[in-house]
């Protein structure tokens, strides 16, 4: 039987999420302080750790610690519970190896949730690394080369969008997560039928979640743009997915929750996951639903996916829209403009390897009818 060790210093708390484990058939061991939680760790050795942050005699970030510097424990999946609210925090627990992280208060159904994602994922790798096809390195996928054969590490964007790929320093890295945000009709969709495009071309298998397509309408939407995905449809290359509606006066965390454990099923399966778009999800969602999703995202790219999320800029607060990029080792904003009543679109590469840009960072361009996306250049988008 699973079992689960849960360390959390509040008593109602600790009760309910011990007895929605045992409801759900887990085996549970129970700790009130730091201390204590990394003693039965090291003598019982869970499968999971349910951990709080703020603990007596030892807080979760110092068990962390512990954990990932024991031989015994470091491999045991963690999944952090807080009420702490600063993106430093998820930042502090990301760095220390946390396999997800859930801001309180949380439902019952959402913790349920990320438990069974984080021990498919534990499962996933005891699975990989008894001989699994595909080989991690680092946060980076690499496929397994032939002699002489150096493994793709970048997704390239085509020779329109040169100067984007100039930008992204050649393009979407493989492994890291992405965020393309902006408001309506900016162009986010393009850009990411032209990353699948690019890593269609590239050999890679690609899972396209999208609000608004079926397979038939997407393959003749970017055919209206001048590619051709037919093959790669039918060859399941390129697979497209629905992402679930949100109900109407109703929250949508538990379908944001849906959403993170079809993207964790994903995995094995593709090796990039683009998902356009989130903000119907969003905007009706609880920010820590929207936190952990994002969480999810990040952990399934250590793990060797890639991923790009896409939404629109209004389903954000600015708070949450700074603490979700945080998450995303890329971000991209987009933005409308005119130059003589010609609408143009502008692309702000805002973040690039963790790393926030503030200069030489900016890109222009147009969508044409059957072409596809035209570059502007930026001293003539600024006239």
Known sequence: MTRILVAEDDRDIRELVVDTLFDHGYDVLESKDGKTAFEVACKELPDLIL???????????AVLKKLRENTLTNAIPVVMLTAMLASEGEQDAMGLGVNHYISKPFDPDTLMVTVRVALREAGTKADHENGNTKVWGGATLFRSATEGEAPARIIPLGTQLTSLEKTLAGGFRLGTLSLIEGSGATGKSV????????ALGEGFSVAYYTSQHTP????????????????????QQLVVYP???????????SLFAELAVDMERAHGKHDVLIVDAITNLASSSQEQSIIGFFTTCKRLTSMGLTILLVTHSVAFNADLLTRAASLCETHLNLRTGKIREKVIRVVTVTKLDDVVLNKDNEVSFEIEAGRGISIIPYSSARA
């Open 51 to 61: 951990l709080d942050v703020s603990m007596p005699l030892m807080d979760g970030f």
């Open 191 to 198: 850009i990411c039928q032209y990353v699948a495009s690019g």
């Open 243 to 253: 992402v679930p509606p949100p109900i109407t006066g109703q929250d949508s965390s």
């Open 216 to 235: 038939r309408s997407l393959e003749s939407q970017v055919s209206s743009i001048g590619m051709d995905w037919s093959d790669f449809i039918r060859s």
